[in-house]
Every structure is written in C-alpha cells, then in structure tokens.
C-alpha cells in the first residue's frame, strides 16, 4: 500500500494543478485514518516499505504476482527500488505474464503485462513482444481495470493515441 500511495502523491504533486496537490493532502490530514501515507508522504519514497526485490528471492511465479500487484507504478516518469527490480527481472514478467494468460487470469496478465510495455518503452529487452499480449487481452478480458491497465500498456507501446 505505501508504494501505490506513493505513486499517487508523486502523479498528484506532478500533474494538479497549483495549489491542488496541497488541498488533497489537507483534506486527507484532517482525516489520517484514511489515507495516512498520503497525507505525510507526497513525493516521498516510503522509507520502511520493502521493494518486492530481485526475481530470485521468491520465485518468477510468486515475484510476477507481486509485481502485477503494484501495476499502478508501471508509469513513466516514476522510478524507485520496485522499477529497478523490473527492469533486472524481465523475464520473470514475461513467464508471469504467459502464466497468468494460460490460467485464463486476464487481470492479472494485463497488470503484468503493464509492467512489460513500461520497460519496453524504457528500451529494456524484453524475450517477449508485449504488442501482440496486450492485443489479445483486448479481446479476451473485460472489466473496467483490465480496460485501465491495457489502455495504459497501449499507450506506452504506441498503441494509443496519446
């Protein structure tokens, strides 16, 4: 949780308008139970909040679920220890990514698949094309998130107009 609300803040403070960012973090901190890591870490890396680290301290299997779990950071312009874990790790993604379409668990795959079209756009080689993934989970899946995570892996393979 610290890390997407870390990635929220840091879009928050980048992308509102002036003045917004603030407001948000002022209404979140009359309310601290709610939103406690946004209201005191806007722009912050969380300090205490374990990165999933390397591939091989979990395994590929268990490793790409968690990274699918923190899609919501696979946007450029975001960089921190679960990125770097990404980038040493891109095969992991892709068997996770195969893995979770084989298992007909489109969100999943379409999370991880995020992860792979931010790479690619980031220049990493990839074993996998991520085109024709996130293509094919166009068709298959449905559901307001999996429209979210492959417009957003679109968009970063060029898919999408911007």
């Known amino acids: 949780m610290a890390w997407r609300d870390w990635a929220t803040g840091s879009m ?11 407001e948000v973090v002022s209404r979140y901190a ?21 990165s999933p680290g390397p591939a091989r301290d979990l395994g590929w299997a268990e490793w790409s679920v968690r990274m699918g779990q923190l899609s919501s950071l696979a946007l450029p312009g975001l960089d921190g220890p679960v990125h770097a874990a990404a980038r040493q790790a891109p095969l992991a993604l892709a068997r996770g990514a195969t893995r979770s379409l084989l298992r007909r668990d489109y969100p999943t795959a379409a999370r991880i698949a995020r992860w792979l079209a931010l790479l690619q756009h980031e220049g990493v080689a990839l074993p996998l094309d991520p085109v024709p993934l996130v293509t094919h989970l166009r068709m298959l899946g449905n559901g307001p998130r999996l429209a979210l995570d492959t417009a957003i892996a679109g968009n970063l393979l060029g898919l999408e107009p911007v």
Not at 17 to 22: F, K, P
């Open 12 to 22: 928050l403070a980048r992308f509102a308008a002036e003045g917004a960012a603030a």
């Open 30 to 50: 009359a309310r601290p139970a709610e939103a406690p890591l946004l209201a005191r870490r806007v722009g912050l890396r969380p300090a205490e909040a374990p």
